[in-house]
């Protein structure tokens, strides 16, 4: 952090912090209140006319007017009114009577708080209270400890060192940046926690070396400094250093102050190059990254870092944002002539007036950012944050102490800034509304209207960050984080839809880990589907929201005899089921390619997808062909604690011949049940499922074996594909809820009556057509055909399927 100034207020308007006044009485003598020090006038200002600044006991610096600081440098305690008058009188030429004095004192100098009330008490401080100012400082040295401290650095400011460190410097960062690189520095910390660690620690007492250097350079010049301490400014911590004194200084002993902790940052990287070179420890060199990256946050002007005081000192302004209201206004034709406008020199009006035109739309631009990216903010807070916890369980339940040091970092890390953010924008709203509440007393309809106004703006707020659609959802490592992006979530209807038909664009695609992406050398042909909308004349409309959020193609429409269960959610707490099943025949020697598919998807949080389908494929006499499939496909994208579910099960048997008519009734009274437990599915626990299934099939088997017309030609098999694909935390919900996409609830499962003899026949149900279909396999034999895919495996970023291998479909033998 930067020098603390005191944040000079002018006398001039309203004052910034007020006591209660108490009309002097003209037989008593006014006195100082305690603690009030007068620094004097103010050098290199780019006021017409130099301010004077005094300072209180709290610390506030006021900027006061000439007569005004005379007035006050001539209370000593023993001086009536008379003699403060002739005081005045003599140092401005101006004469100045008791009355003017009176008024004066009255007016201005009591509701500052710099003088002692009539009962001789002491006046009530109320310190300004900028929104952009250190809030929760805390004093670490007083001070008298700092001048001990910081007495020994101001040796550093000897011109012909300072040449030095710069040239020093200077070849550091070449070096670093453009010769040895940090490749290994980066690999070398983050491989190493402790590494880590040790860079983090350097890095703070870096930034807190920063504030020595202010306190070294008001020494050099002549100035005392004040307190060292620490606080919060806008959303981080900061170190502070309160260097008032230094506008006892000329322009540049204040301009030499300011860049002292800019300087210090520079010693420390010049002295960690010299400590890597003793000790070889690559990681080091990201402390001169750091001290790279504070060096650049601190010379930005828009808020008070050093290059705002760097800024102020230069036009010798004090305090800038006190420019702000008049600025404006003086650019209105009507308030050119203003004498707030006409205060400063023409040259430092036109700095000051640039500097407004910068400062006050990107502030005000950031502040309405903040506002409409909160959501999304908060819910990769959370995210964030719930990753780290699970990190810093399992570093403890390990036993690592430095890994788990790292978490609680990352944890405060995050938490921090969002803390911060709400903190200030409470704090905006709490500020306009007192200050609306106060500016329209005793004015009904200025009050009517302001109400109105924020009535409006809470309505606002309320639209933009109330639950629904992707308000919350937590941000992705693929997304660009344009200026448009950030306004996707609130403002959906105005994101532009990426690629037209017809038109070049842009659009997110996302590649399986390890595969080879296409380049601007080697390009790769890619089809984009734009959803159209078409009315009832059957011409398209306007593009119509997207169904289907998912960053691959939906599962192809099942053929003839296919069998396909498909479960879509993206409803946040909700529990998708979608069962199938499915009794196939096939004779006369038709070819058997049929296919079991299962599918579950979900982009939701605390949610559940579930998709089980069943089939059973049983082959009547001579087949030549035998290549049925059995796939399953489970995915999540975009999930926050939700499970995605999919098991294909199915069993393939050959017949020498029909069943019998008393099979044929058990086969089918044995369907039912299996359809019955299908329409009941919903309440099974998911590991049981696969299990009854196993059983159900074990008892298809028994029916066939047992009739003495289709006895079966080979010992059976049965063929399983399960796919699942939790996130961490996953707590499934109990209600069903169905999505777009042809899901379907559980009791939609096909019930297939079997048939004893006949010609061919294939029975399954027909969920809703959709696209494109994941890597497929298939295991034929004459007489069961089986694919089992592996299970499904957790995704990278944060979305991942899991299918099975695949495997040559073959054509089968005849059957002897």
């Not at 935390?729 to 009556?753: F, M, R």
């Amino acid at each position: 952090m930067s020098t603390t100034h005191g944040g000079p207020s002018t006398a001039d308007g309203p004052p910034a912090s007020s006591a209660p006044a108490s009309a002097v009485d003209t037989k008593q003598i006014p006195v100082r209140a305690d603690g009030v020090q007068l620094i004097g006038q103010t050098k290199g200002s780019g006021y017409r006319e130099a301010p004077s600044l005094v300072r209180r006991a709290d610390g506030q610096t006021l900027q006061l007017t000439r007569l005004l600081y005379l007035i006050l440098e001539a209370v000593d305690g023993r001086r009536g009114l008379e003699e403060i008058a002739g005081h005045a009188s003599s140092e401005s030429g101006r004469l100045v009577s008791a009355d003017n004095v009176r008024t004066l004192i009255d007016s201005q100098l009591l509701p500052l708080g710099l003088l002692q009330l009539a009962d001789g008490s002491q006046p009530e401080l109320r310190k300004a209270d900028p929104l952009l100012g250190m809030r929760f400082r805390y004093t670490v040295t007083d001070p008298e400890r700092t001048r001990k401290l910081t007495a020994p650095f101001a040796v550093l400011f000897n011109p012909l060192i300072v040449a030095a460190v710069t040239v020093a410097f200077i070849a550091t960062c070449w070096w670093v940046l453009m010769v040895k690189g940090l490749a290994s520095a980066t690999h070398d910390a983050f491989a190493n926690p402790g590494l880590l660690l040790l860079i983090l620690l350097v890095t703070v007492l870096s930034a807190g070396f920063h504030e020595f250097g202010h306190a070294a350079a008001a020494r050099r010049g002549g100035a005392t400094p004040g307190a060292m301490g620490t606080g919060l400014y806008l959303i981080w911590p900061a170190f502070y250093t309160d260097v008032t004194d230094s506008y006892r200084l000329g322009r540049g002993g204040r301009i030499r102050t300011d860049l002292g902790g800019l300087y210090f940052n520079a010693i420390v990287a010049v002295a960690i190059l010299a400590i890597w070179w003793a000790t070889g420890y690559d990681a080091l060199l990201l402390v001169i990254v750091t001290q790279l990256l504070q060096m650049v946050r601190q010379l930005l002007p828009l808020v008070r870092f050093d290059g705002y005081h760097i800024l102020a000192d230069a036009t010798g302004v004090p305090d800038l944002f006190q420019r702000i209201k008049p600025t404006l206004l003086s650019l209105l034709p009507w308030r050119r002539k203003d004498p707030a406008a006409q205060a400063l020199k023409p040259w430092a009006r036109a700095v000051v007036t640039l500097w407004v035109l910068v400062t006050v739309p990107l502030l005000l631009f950031s502040m309405v950012l903040m506002v409409l990216s909160l959501p999304r903010l908060l819910g990769t807070a959370w995210a964030s944050t719930q990753r780290q916890f699970a990190m810093l369980s399992a570093s403890l339940g390990d036993g690592d102490v430095l890994d788990a040091s790292l978490r609680v970092l990352a944890i405060a890390a995050v938490a921090l800034p969002v803390l911060a953010v709400l903190y200030v924008l409470l704090r905006l709203g709490r500020q306009v509304l007192t200050g609306l509440w106060q500016k329209t007393r005793g004015n009904a309809l200025r009050r009517a209207t302001g109400l109105i106004a924020i009535a409006a703006v809470l309505a606002g707020l309320t639209w933009a960050w109330w639950p629904g659609g992707e308000s919350y959802r937590p941000i992705q490592p693929y997304e660009r984080g344009t200026l448009a992006d950030a306004t996707t979530a609130v403002f959906p209807a105005a994101a532009s839809p990426g690629m037209r038909e017809g038109q070049a664009g842009r659009t997110v695609a996302l590649w399986p880990e390890g595969a080879r992406k296409p380049t601007r050398d080697e390009p790769q042909l890619s089809l984009v589907l734009v959803p159209r909308q078409t009315g009832a004349s059957g011409e398209a409309g306007p593009a119509a929201a997207p169904s289907w959020v998912f960053p691959f193609d939906r599962p192809a429409a099942p053929e003839e005899d296919g069998n396909q269960s498909l479960a879509v959610n993206t409803t946040d707490g909700s529990v998708v089921y979608d069962v199938a099943f499915a009794l196939v025949w096939a004779d006369d020697g038709t070819d058997v390619q049929t296919r079991n598919e299962a599918y579950a998807f979900a982009s939701c949080a605390d949610c559940s997808a579930v998709a089980v389908g069943f089939q059973v494929v049983l082959i009547v006499g001579q087949t030549d062909v035998i290549v049925p499939e059995n796939l399953s496909a489970a995915a999540n994208v975009n999930c926050l604690r939700c499970l995605t579910y999919a098991l294909a099960d199915q069993l393939v048997l050959t017949l020498e011949g029909p069943l019998s008519a008393d099979g044929a009734a058990r086969l089918n009274e044995l369907w039912q049940q299996i359809a019955d437990f299908g329409r009941t599915l919903q309440q099974v626990p998911l590991s049981e499922i696969q299990g009854r299934l196993n059983a159900f099939k074990l008892q298809i088997m028994d029916v066939i074996k047992s009739d003495p017309t289709a006895r079966p030609g080979s010992p059976a098999r049965p063929s399983t594909s399960t796919t699942a694909t939790p996130t961490p935390s996953t707590t499934p919900s109990t209600s069903a809820s169905p999505t777009p996409g042809g899901t379907l609830s559980p009791s939609s499962g096909a019930d297939v009556t079997p048939r004893p003899s006949g010609g061919s026949a294939t029975t399954a149900p027909a969920p809703a057509p959709t696209g494109g279909v994941p890597t497929t396999g298939s295991q034929p034999t004459p007489f069961i055909d089986t694919t089992a895919p592996s299970p499904g495996t957790t995704p990278t970023r944060t979305s991942g399927a899991g299918q099975g291998p695949p495997v040559t479909p073959a054509t089968a033998a005849p059957k002897p």
